[in-house]
């Protein structure tokens, strides 16, 4: 398979590079009308990469609720009082003070800011906010943020706002930030956690951050993950917070393993977990102490867990990992449901339909799969990438047409690579074309029907990793749309109402506005989003890798 983890096209442009200047179009075409650029976040300070070398952005967007009425100026934090935020701020150090700007939000009234904090180490200045205190502290901080990484550093943006730099930057200087999570349902407390490359958590108010940024995280909390001599180096690789379960998260390590923490808990009471044996089992253990945080250790795996995602109900915890695998446990019973291999390489991202039908990944094979729950195997894959896959998300604001009464069995999912390409995809459950065996023939015939009957009707055993399937045996999906959207590696993509936001490996974040409705009535050819001179778009056509299985599909693919 082509691809390698080094820097595509255009590496070297930088991120603070545009479209025009890469050459790059500023808008792509679908059949419901046309999404265009609508502006760009960069990094706004200096990067220093002094832990490790570069590390990979990553993009989290944050929907801050308005503040509860109960709630006082400074959100709560967990009941392991004054001990707690003494050892914080050691961690994080002292006297911090940063420059003020006066900054007009997008999220709500124009506001004196501060420009940056720091963790660990000396501030970067000595002025006081403009805006003075009362005001920072009444601001309620309500609307939609966005949360990314660039090197040592974590930034906080307003995506309502077109200003490409961001409100905050909290510079690290012990570790780069590697992953974070936002939980818009926590309803007190920290809401923010932070993984970072020395395998170390911190967990934050998001709403705090935005009443004084001029100051280090108010209450930022450190916790640690204990089993120090099993694990000493595991980088953190993904956060997620527990759907339906208030103040628990967990985070998954380099080294295999995933821990389970609760936020009302103290993070640093020294905790230890038995040794694994058998780094290729599946195995949890528990703190021995009610006190203890994390609560419990995972290790699913050997070598890296790449990525980790719940189903929107909590009750489902999936996995991928370096060595290929798929894994879905039910979360509460800690027991594994299935699993199953990619066609080559690494498996680096997954996440799940609003749903939780489905379930899509991407990896190392430039492929990405679509698995069913009620299967519990693959259903269908999708070739179209040039490079890794390295993101993989639902759009679940898409509205599919209903005109034929089908509408609702149509999903429409987005993939960025390595390739620096977005790929838009519909997956149409009414419309697959199945491979069925012929008896008395090794070849396969076609069958047009539900989604259950599938390449192997028989349903996996509970707990069992299944190799990966024949290719010619799968329905095969193409892209509806490959747009070049970056002039470096792509790592990530999140769909909104209005938008669709990618970002790439060196930090610089575009918003694709949604097509207008006026735009979407004046669509009456759905043929007009594919152009035909060759020179000006190419268009991608099946190819002969898995001729004896399809999908329906469109009969070509625009690429701009």
């Not at 503040?67 to 400074?74: L, T």
């Not at 170390?200 to 108010?205: A, G, I, N, P």
């Not at 009620?374 to 490079?387: C, F, L, M, T, Y």
Request: aromatic share 8%.
């Amino acid at each position: 398979m082509a691809g390698a983890p080094g820097l595509g096209p255009g590496a070297g442009a930088g991120a603070g590079g545009g479209g025009a200047a890469a050459g790059l179009k500023t808008y792509f075409k679908t059949p419901e009308g046309r999404y265009k650029l609508q502006y760009e976040k960069t990094p706004s300070a200096v990067l220093h990469y002094s832990h490790g070398g570069k590390t990979v952005s990553q993009l989290t967007v944050a929907y801050l609720k308005e503040k509860p009425a109960s709630q006082g100026s400074q959100p709560s934090t967990p009941s392991s009082s004054s001990g707690m935020r003494s050892a914080a701020a050691r961690l994080l150090g002292t006297g911090n003070g940063s420059k003020a700007l006066s900054f007009g939000g997008g999220n709500g009234a124009n506001r004196a800011v501060a420009g940056s904090s720091r963790i660990g180490g000396g501030g970067l200045g000595t002025s006081t906010g403009l805006g003075g205190s009362q005001g920072a502290t009444n601001y309620d901080g309500k609307g939609t943020y966005i949360v990314f990484n660039a090197a040592d550093t974590l930034f906080i943006s307003d995506l309502n706002s077109q200003e490409k730099d961001p409100l905050k930057s909290i510079h690290f200087s012990n570790s780069n930030p590697l992953c974070h999570a936002f939980d818009p349902e926590a309803k007190e407390g920290h809401d923010l956690i932070i993984g970072m490359g020395s395998g170390d958590v911190y967990s934050m108010s998001l709403r705090q951050q935005l009443q004084d940024p001029g100051r280090k995280p108010v209450a930022a909390l450190h916790y640690n993950k204990g089993d120090k001599d099993v694990s000493p180096n595991g980088r953190c690789t993904s956060v997620a917070w527990v759907p339906e379960r208030e103040g628990i998260f967990v985070v998954s390590h380099s080294d295999g393993n995933l821990y389970v923490y609760d936020k009302n808990k103290d993070g640093n009471i020294d905790c230890t977990f038995p040794a694994v044996k058998d780094q290729s089992q599946f195995m949890v253990a528990h703190a021995k102490s009610s006190k203890s945080n994390p609560v419990a250790r995972w290790h699913i795996c050997q070598g890296s867990i790449n990525a980790i995602s719940f189903s929107p109900d909590g009750a489902y915890l999936a996995t991928v990992g370096r060595d290929g695998y798929l894994r879905v446990f039910d979360f509460s019973k800690e027991q594994l449901i299935f699993g199953g291999r990619s066609y080559y390489g690494a498996l680096l991202c997954c996440t799940w339909s609003s749903d939780g039908k489905y379930l899509l990944t991407g990896g190392e094979d430039d492929l990405v799969q679509v698995w069913g729950m009620d299967d519990r195997k693959i259903v269908a894959w999708g070739e179209g990438h040039n490079s890794w896959v390295s993101g993989v998300a639902f759009d679940s604001y898409w509205s599919p047409p209903s005109s034929d009464g089908n509408g609702e069995n149509v999903y429409r999912f987005g993939s960025v690579g390595q390739d620096t390409q977005l790929l838009l995809w519909d997956l149409a459950l009414d419309e697959i074309v199945v491979p069925l065996r012929h008896p008395s023939s090794a070849s396969p015939t076609f069958s047009s029907g539900s989604p259950s009957a599938h390449w192997d009707n028989a349903c996996p055993p509970t707990g069992v990793l299944q190799p990966s399937p024949r290719m010619r045996d799968v329905p095969k999906l193409s892209p509806l749309v490959a747009h070049r959207v970056h002039a470096d590696p792509l790592s990530g993509l999140v769909f909104t109402n209005e938008s669709i936001l990618t970002i790439c490996r060196e930090g610089l974040i575009k918003i694709w506005v949604r097509p207008d409705q006026s735009e979407n009535n004046q669509q009456s050819n759905p043929s007009e989003f594919v152009l035909g001179p060759v020179s000006k778009d190419r268009v991608i056509t099946s190819s002969n890798k898995a001729s004896s299985s399809s999908f329906k599909k469109p009969s070509s693919v625009l690429v701009t």
